[in-house]
Nanobody, 124 residues
Framework: QVQLVESGGGLVQAGGSLRVSCAASGRTFSSYSMGWFRQAPGKEREVVATISANGVNTGYEDSVKGRFTISRDNAKNTAFLPMNTLKPEDTAVYYC?????????????????WGQGTQVPVSS
């Protein structure tokens, strides 16, 4: 079992930066790949970034490449998503998720554990 808690969301102006974090419970955090997803009002949940269990391999949705960077600290059971040059279209609830996979996946169905989400409104 893995329990995930996101933090760090909040209102930010367009062009600004924010870092969301995901704290995981359990002793097997390093066995799970992690993903950050987001869901905007009226839209489906979409993948933002993924990272492999050992932190070596990462993947990004095209619209966030070069602006967002996923990372993890397995010693601290925490995953991070610093977000730079934020745009109004980044406005969403951001979720972290854990999958019992070595490499990350872009498909939400592959993730068994989800956090409660943290809101990131970006004002224009």
């Amino acid at each position: 079992q893995v329990q995930l808690v996101e933090s760090g969301g909040g209102l930010v102006q367009a062009g600004g930066s924010l870092r969301v974090s995901c704290a995981a419970s359990g002793r097997t955090f390093s066995s799970y790949s992690m993903g950050w997803f987001r869901q905007a009002p009226g839209k489906e949940r979409e993948v933002v970034a993924t990272i492999s269990a050992n932190g070596v391999n990462t993947g990004y949705e095209d619209s966030v490449k070069g602006r967002f960077t996923i990372s993890r600290d397995n010693a601290k059971n925490t995953a991070f998503l610093p977000m730079n040059t934020l745009k109004p279209e980044d406005t969403a609830v951001y979720y972290c998720a854990a999958a019992a996979l070595i490499r990350g996946s872009a498909y939400p169905d592959n993730y068994a554990y989800w956090g409660q989400g943290t809101q990131v409104p970006v004002s224009s």
